[in-house]
């Protein structure tokens, strides 16, 4: 019996010291699997997650970098991911609750509320509104192109993460931090830059009339062909109004999206006989790799070339 007890004990020793070794060994693997699940709309909002949250969370982007998130077909991917996720962060402002109001849809079917797993990132955003004839009561969601409303979305986004995982809330704190004092730079020195243009060399000639907010910041008149991405693009009466408007400015160029069809500001350009300056980005990041694949090179791209672009 003595025996017996002896070899049971040295059974139950090595078999803790197995488990011990599987759950250090393991641990890791464990632990990411108990990582935040966030998903965000778009790419913007994906990567302003991504600066604040670092490999922090487990982080799902719906729609494509290059794709209109304004009237997107949401993928069985994007569902299964939507209804598995612990908090999904979305631009509001109507970009994807508005129109066929696809995000809406999905975030509901899936059983998931407004602040509770469901927040809007540009909660605190002095909103402006469309200016079309029958349209004035319908909110412009396009508030990240003024960096000031893109710190707040970073700020809001810092606060549910730090909610939803008081754990890592440290690192979300410290990251955020770094990211606003950069983007906080990047909006000085911009509308430094912009201060020194003249001002009747100040009219932004775009596709979409996207560019309010961002005109609002940094001085600059909108002029556009349509207003948004939701309806009739290139009429006769919006080639008209365009053309009004760039005809009674001293305006050298004009700026194309890198998410719409180019067919009507080419057909701008031939009217006006003003070049094409460059393309810039408004509801998508560039493809990764190339200059605009993040938030703050975005803005950077767009403030260089239509500061380069309006001072010719």
Known sequence: MKR?????????????GVLWFVNGTHGGQTQKHNKLHVVATNSIIGNMVEEVAGNKVELYTIVPRGTDPHEYE?????????QEADVLFHNGLNLETGGSGWFKKMYQNAGKKNNKEVYSVSTGVVAKHLTD????????????????NGIKYVKNIEKVLIDKDPDNGDTYKKNAQAYIAKLTDLDKSAKTKFNDIPENKKVLVTSEGAFKYFSAAYGVKPAFIWEINTESQGTPEQMKQVLAK????????????SSVSPKAMEKVSKETGLSIYSKIYTDSLAKK?????????MMKWNLDKIAEGMAK
Do not use: C, M
């Open 289 to 297: 790799g190339t200059n605009g694949d993040t938030y703050y090179s």
């Open 246 to 257: 760039i005809r009674a400015s001293e305006v050298k160029s004009l700026f194309l999206e």
């Open 133 to 148: 004839a029958g349209k004035e009561d319908e909110l412009d969601p396009h508030a990240w192109l003024d960096i000031q």
């Open 4 to 16: 017996l007890s002896i070899i049971i004990a040295i059974v139950v020793v090595v078999l803790g």
């Open 74 to 82: 949401p993928r069985p991917q994007d569902v299964s991911t939507t």
